[in-house]
């Protein structure tokens, strides 16, 4: 299925059961894109050679859909799947080592019931957040090509209109996902300022009253040098949270 060429086919939804009806249709429609020729073939061949340690599974090696309540408060936008972490397990950030630090420090804050992320299938529940990325196939080196990224964007534009009646801030991890979110906020409908704001960690804008944050990526270039420690994560979540009234 290709991705969506018009953003603006989508309709602002009504809140409660159809909104989660609409995300759910939504991933399910994420799940089937092969628009990408390129991610395509990475991700399905990663899924048959696989990585020895995980030998014994077996890949999703699809787009993978956001993860998350559908009357989320926050939402979490990374980068893309890791080609043995979430294009192996269906579920962001789930299996690899980054996923390993979001959500021990989503844990830590009390927006997460368990600490760890391993398989879509282990019982993990986040509390008034969803994560997604504007890119949902996992790309080779970790690095999608701006047309990817640009062909992707859609369906972001249309996750971030489903989510608009609760949405009340924004984390996004790295430079990536910055300059993917801010186009498509635009085309979500929040005005976003214009020249563009930079990114930086610890950044902060307001569109229409959605506190957006900048974060450093939980990359393991990133958390093993130090350049994102636990406590710089937790703060910027935790200042996420308040803004978007979670406990």
Known sequence: MDAPRDPDAAHDPDPGPGRAAGLAELDRRVEGCRACPRLVAWREEVARTKRAAFADWTYWGRPVP???????????????????????????????????????????????????????????????????????????????TPGERDTCRPWLVQELRLLRPTLRAVVVLGGFGWQAALPAFAEAGWTVPRPRPAFAHGARVSLDGLALFGCFHVSQRNTFTGRLTPEMLRDVLRTAAERAGLP
């Open 66 to 144: 956001g993860f998350g309540p559908s009357d989320a408060r926050l939402l979490i936008v990374g980068l893309a799947p890791a080609a043995h972490g979430g294009n192996r397990t269906g579920r962001m950030f789930t299996g690899d080592r980054s996923g390993d630090v979001l959500y021990q420090a989503l844990y830590d804050v009390g927006l997460a019931s368990q600490p760890t992320s391993v398989a879509a299938d282990d019982g993990l529940e986040l509390y008034g957040v969803r994560v997604t990325a504007p890119v949902h196939c996992a790309p080779p080196d970790n690095k999608p």
